[in-house]
Nanobody, 123 residues
Framework: EGQLVESGGGLVQAGGSLRLSCAASGFTFDEHAMGWFRQAPGKEREEVSCVGRSRSAGSTYYADSVKGRFTISSDNAKNTIFLQMNSLKPEDTAVYYC??????????????WGQGTQVTVSS
């Protein structure tokens, strides 16, 4: 059974940085697009970033709200992806979820979903 375990969330002041990690197990990592969604209280779930199964720069996606501030990366040897979040804003406050989507370059229609890690940005 596939599993995703996120870590790295926490409380940070506006303008600060955090690095989220997501360790995958139980499925073929490099056959899945990997990415991050987030959900704030009272808001819909939002796709933040995704990297396709090729892990190439051309297969990455960023929501407009995080472009230029967030960077997704992958360590295939460790079955782990990362989300480097810089210049954090209070509106980035949410629970961040790692997802995996089989056989595509899109994270929509994911097959696996982590338990989430809380990111809180204070003003």
């Amino acid at each position: 059974e596939g599993q995703l375990v996120e870590s790295g969330g926490g409380l940070v002041q506006a303008g600060g940085s955090l690095r989220l990690s997501c360790a995958a197990s139980g499925f073929t990592f490099d056959e899945h697009a990997m990415g991050w969604f987030r959900q704030a209280p009272g808001k819909e779930r939002e796709e933040v970033s995704c990297v396709g199964r090729s892990r190439s720069a051309g297969s990455t996606y960023y929501a407009d709200s995080v472009k230029g501030r967030f960077t997704i990366s992958s360590d295939n040897a460790k079955n782990t992806i990362f989300l480097q979040m810089n210049s954090l804003k209070p509106e980035d406050t949410a629970v961040y979820y790692c997802v995996a989507s089989y056989g595509s370059n899109s994270c929509i229609g994911y097959d696996y979903w982590g338990q989430g890690t809380q990111v809180t940005v204070s003003s």
